[in-house]
């Protein structure tokens, strides 16, 4: 499915840049989402990306930190998290749709595995 990489520990203030890859599938064809999810919370919406990138949106949480886009002829979304905060502290999770832009995951069709973002205070 889809392979979520690039988590890892980092000290608040600091920067991360989350990739996503879908081998066997053309991404073009889909809308892109990142999700997060801490353990006992549910899973919540963080950004999201238009088939063709021409329009994004975020949770109100990380608007101006982060900032997702995508790299259609290299089949890759990414995440860029700037200014992290401990309470970012999650797994990420990337998501492909096949309809527009939502913040429910359940207009997702295909996840992949997270990554373990840690941000320390």
């Known amino acids: 499915q889809l392979q979520a990489s690039g988590g890892g520990l980092v000290q608040a203030g600091g920067s991360l840049r989350l990739s996503c890859a879908a081998p066997g599938r053309t991404i073009s064809s889909y809308t892109m989402g990142w999700f997060r999810q801490v353990p006992g919370k549910e899973r919540e919406f963080v950004a999201a990306i238009t088939r063709g990138g021409g329009y994004t949106t975020y949770a109100d949480s990380v608007k101006g930190r982060y900032t997702i886009s995508r790299d259609n002829a290299k089949n890759m979304v990414y995440l860029q998290m700037n200014s992290l905060k401990p309470e970012d502290t999650a797994l990420y999770y990337c998501?492909?749709?096949?309809?527009?832009?939502?913040?429910?995951?359940?207009?997702?069709?295909?996840w992949g595995r997270g990554t373990l973002v840690t941000v320390s205070s």
């Open positions: 998501a492909a749709g096949s309809g527009a832009t939502s913040v429910y995951s359940s207009a997702y069709n295909y």
